[in-house]
């Protein structure tokens, strides 16, 4: 029985995109019927939207500690 992926919403960014490359190298490499192929580009999405909600908070974290000057030694230090 195949093993249940995780719920994506569960996933680090890490995680998520390793998964996504797993996904793409076997939609790349096998084939498959049409409802596991449909299986995979669903979950792909998914993982998508994972990896983008986690680069966005990434991002939001980064602008507010910019705003804050807590980044500004660092880039005086370059």
Not at 11 to 30: D, F, R, V
Request: glycine share 6%; with cysteine; charged share 35%.
């Amino acid at each position: 029985m195949a093993k249940t992926p995780a719920p994506s919403q569960d996933l680090t960014y890490e995680q998520a995109l390793a998964e996504l490359e797993k996904l793409l190298s076997a939609l790349e490499g096998e084939s498959k019927d049409l409802e596991g192929t449909m299986a995979m580009f669903e979950r792909g999405k998914a993982l998508i939207a994972r990896c983008q909600e986690l680069l966005e908070k990434a991002e939001l974290k980064v602008r507010q500690l910019a705003a804050n000057g807590e980044l500004t030694d660092l880039e005086e230090q370059d």
